[in-house]
């Protein structure tokens, strides 16, 4: 009897734990079902057009500019006009083929867009992290650490040495996302404030 208990016991627990990806320590006031049902829907979107405004904070560098960013699955063209004073810049590709423009400086090719950013620009942005922190999503290729916000929406996410912190979320087609975040880590601040959210899920 007491074996069956246990058995039981056991089978409850890890039905409890099966929703919650493996790598996400959870806490804060949010409910865990309901985080991983908005996780599940949110992680759908595959396509968007983002518009809005970036401000970044750099050892001897700061400023800000506008953000125009166009998602189509694995594909992303991400322009930047204004920001440190060095005019408008241009990140477009998928993994393995990125190209950066740079006004009055030149095209840049390379494998990572972080290596990109970091060579021609001084920054140490985490771009494929960016793909699913945008969305109020953790990374999935590496272990978080998630605080949940009373609508059981991310407040904050610890992520590869960066802090995220989520200030405000609104309903675009459906979604609950970010609308402004601010980004900490490898000595740089970012923060993002959108002004305009079109997703879209395409499918494969």
């Known amino acids: ?11 409850l627990l890890l039905a409890g734990c099966a929703g919650l990806a493996p790598r996400e320590d959870l ?3 949010g409910d865990a079902d309901v985080w991983r049902s908005h996780r599940g829907q949110v992680a759908g979107i595959d396509a968007w057009q983002i518009a809005g405004k970036v401000g970044i904070r750099a050892p001897q ?4 500019g506008t953000l125009f960013w166009l998602q189509r699955q694995d594909y992303y063209d991400i322009r930047l006009s204004g920001p440190l004073g ?9 993994e393995g083929d990125i190209l950066l423009e740079v006004a009055n400086q030149g095209r840049y090719r390379a494998a990572s867009p972080e290596a990109l950013l970091e060579e021609q620009l001084g920054w140490r942005l985490p771009v494929a992290h960016l793909l699913w922190w945008v969305r109020g999503l953790p990374a999935p290729d590496s272990k978080s650490r998630l605080t949940l916000d009373a609508d059981s929406r991310l407040a904050r996410l610890e992520q590869d040495g960066w802090q995220v ?6 309903r675009h087609a459906g979604y609950w996302l970010p609308e402004r975040l601010k980004l900490r880590g490898h000595d740089l601040d970012v923060t993002l404030v959108i ?8 499918g494969r």
């Not at 009897?1 to 089978?11: G, N, Q």
């Not at 560098?61 to 800000?64: L, N, V």
């Not at 912190?165 to 609104?170: F, G």
Request: charged share 25%.
């Open 61 to 64: 560098d700061s400023g800000s």
């Open 86 to 94: 060095r005019g408008a810049a241009r990140l477009t590709g998928r």
């Open 1 to 11: 009897m007491k074996l069956r208990s246990l058995a039981l016991l056991a089978t």
């Open 165 to 170: 912190e989520y200030a405000q979320y609104a």
């Open 195 to 202: 002004k305009d959210w079109q997703p879209r899920r395409l």
């Open 27 to 29: 806490s804060g006031a």
